[in-house]
């Protein structure tokens, strides 16, 4: 069973995922987190050396669409979830805003042969809910995070509303993380998951 969890940053999704992998071995479930794509893997260091400031924009849109190939080739055990943070909407979302037009059809592609999760969650958070978040992170270094909520929040709120809008049309469910306690949006996808395993 492979789960997809997307949304923006300081959404809490890794702390929803942290959560849900714990859940799901408490009920018996093997859970294995994910091994490719952007957030794990042997694609993250290239990942963040193309985040560099000094590292041209086409460059970095190459390795950020190339994370995604290694998925192509593998396919989750039967026996096990596999939890994934961020699927390719989330890259496609940056090609529809942006207008890379290349991009945009290079990932499309690759999105139809992709594997079709079988639980996929958007988590979604008011601005000032991220906003709270991130200045209560312990790491405030990175200076995107401070331009997402600064300078750049006009084209940042067009992404996400794009990128919700891509994940729903490929079947992710829309949940809302507004507040601290990840246990009610844990429950809601453990639903999901158990409502999967019954026989249709």
């Known amino acids: 069973m492979l789960i997809t969890i997307d ?3 300081f959404a809490g ?5 942290a959560a849900l992998s714990r859940a799901l071995a408490e009920r018996g479930y093997r859970v294995c ?3 490719t794509s952007l957030t794990r893997g042997w694609m993250v260091p290239l990942v963040e050396w193309a985040q560099r400031p000094s590292i041209p924009a086409w460059i970095k ?3 950020f669409h190339a994370a ?3 998925d192509l080739f593998w396919r989750v055990p039967r026996d096990t979830v596999f939890l994934q943070e961020t699927y390719w909407p989330r890259v496609l979302a940056y090609d ?10 290079f990932m499309r592609a690759i999105g139809w042969m992709m ?3 079988d639980v996929g969650v958007f988590i979604d958070s008011r601005f000032g809910v991220r906003k709270r978040r991130y200045q209560q992170s312990p790491d405030q270094s990175d ?3 401070a331009r997402r909520f600064g300078p750049d929040r006009a084209f940042h709120t067009r992404l996400i509303a794009v990128y919700k809008t891509l994940s729903r049309r490929h079947g992710a469910i829309v949940m809302k993380n507004n507040h601290e306690d990840v246990q009610v949006v844990v429950a809601q996808i453990l639903a999901q998951v158990e409502r999967g395993r019954r026989p249709r």
């Open 68 to 70: 995604y190939l290694p």
């Open 7 to 9: 949304g923006p940053d």
């Open 13 to 17: 999704k890794s702390t929803i995922i």
């Open 143 to 145: 200076q995107r995070d």
């Open 115 to 117: 594997p079709k999760p």
């Open 96 to 105: 529809v805003v942006a207008k890379r037009r290349v991009g945009y059809l």
């Open 61 to 63: 849109s190459l390795v």
């Open 33 to 35: 987190l994910s091994r």
